[in-house]
């Protein structure tokens, strides 16, 4: 079951890191748009404070592919 004082705060800190990057949203969309879809490769690369850089990607499979529907019916 969904908390739902948790989903509250969950909507709060997600109000703030929008305002604070308003170009990730819009990313997102544009990825929704593409249409996401088994094969598809999400890649993350993080360079930390002290200039380190980390990378990873992973390929979309099937059972990826449910968890984000899931996601989805979630955040409606």
């Known amino acids: 079951m969904i908390n739902p004082m948790k989903m509250m705060k969950l909507k709060k800190t997600w109000d703030t ?38 990378s990873s990607n992973i390929k979309i499979n099937a059972s990826d592919m449910e968890l984000i529907s899931d996601l989805k019916d979630v955040a409606q």
């Open 17 to 54: 890191f929008t305002t604070n990057h308003p170009k990730f949203p819009k990313f997102m969309e544009a990825v929704k748009n593409k249409g996401l879809q088994e094969g598809s490769i999400i890649e993350i690369t993080v360079t930390t404070a002290s200039g380190e850089t980390l």
